[in-house]
Antibody, heavy 128, light 107 residues
Framework: EVQLVQSGAEVKKPGESLKISCKGS????????IGWVRQMPGKGLEWMGI????????RYSPSFEGQVTISADKSINTAYLQWSSLKASDTAMYYCARHLYSPSQLHPSGTYNWFDPWGQGTLVTVSS | DIQMTQSPSSLSASVGDRVTITCRASQSISNYLNWYQQKPGKAPKLLIY???SLQSGVPSRFSGSGSGTDFTLTISSLQPEDFATYSC?????????FGQGTKVEIK
């Protein structure tokens, strides 16, 4: 069974650093991109970025570039999301998800992209 | 960024009802559209990818349609386990963006 298991909930103060993890099992972790998605309280989902654990190639959403760092350690099948200085506005649930893709049936150069499965989520609370 | 707008934001329906949720993109995205289901306190679950392809293991009462800017998720006969929030996501261009979600509640 393909599974992503995330680290537990965190409570931090503004200005503190944090690194949360996402461990994959049941598939070749190095061969699939992993994405991170934020869900602020009562809000929709926001794509943050993706990483290819095989070579650590990383792509960020412009909204999150410079705000977080995505990394991976393929030797232990784990991806990470980290902050150097948390803000209260970073309070949210964070999900990792395996990124899948396939060639478009309609456009020769197009690629369908989707996320499956998802980790259980890590709740990050930042409060003074 | 491509904006995804879902309607309605919430709806009340009964078991057995046919339910339709709409997702509109701010520009044409062909059929680069996915649908996810999220139950309270749980992670999202993929239902439909590439506009209309049913993910393995997802019941056939779920279906997706549409192309261009307008898309629909249909539940042909609502079951008790289908009460959840449904979100669309475009994968036409990065940053990939999601709709705000449609909450399906029990009438």
């Amino acid at each position: 069974e393909v599974q992503l298991v995330q680290s537990g909930a965190e409570v931090k103060k503004p200005g503190e650093s944090l690194k949360i993890s996402c461990k994959g099992s049941g598939y070749s972790f190095s061969s699939y991109w992993i994405g991170w998605v934020r869900q602020m309280p009562g809000k929709g989902l926001e794509w943050m970025g993706i990483i290819y654990p095989g070579d650590s190639d990383t792509r960020y959403s412009p909204s999150f570039e410079g705000q977080v760092t995505i990394s991976a350690d393929k030797s232990i099948n784990t991806a990470y999301l980290q902050w150097s200085s948390l803000k209260a506005s970073d309070t949210a649930m964070y999900y990792c998800a395996r990124h899948l893709y396939s060639p478009s049936q309609l456009h020769p150069s197009g690629t369908y992209n989707w996320f499956d499965p998802w980790g259980q989520g890590t709740l990050v609370t930042v409060s003074s | 960024d491509i904006q995804m707008t879902q309607s309605p934001s919430s709806l009340s329906a009964s078991v057995g009802d046919r339910v339709t949720i709409t997702c509109r993109a701010s520009q044409s995205i062909s059929n680069y559209l996915n649908w996810y289901q999220q139950k309270p306190g749980k992670a999202p679950k993929l239902l439909i990818y590439a506009g209309s392809s049913l993910q393995s293991g997802v019941p056939s009462r779920f279906s997706g349609s549409g192309s261009g800017t307008d898309f629909t998720l249909t539940i042909s006969s609502l079951q008790p386990e289908d009460f959840a929030t449904y979100s669309c996501q475009q994968s036409y261009s990065t940053p990939w963006t999601f709709g705000q979600g449609t909450k399906v509640e029990i009438k």
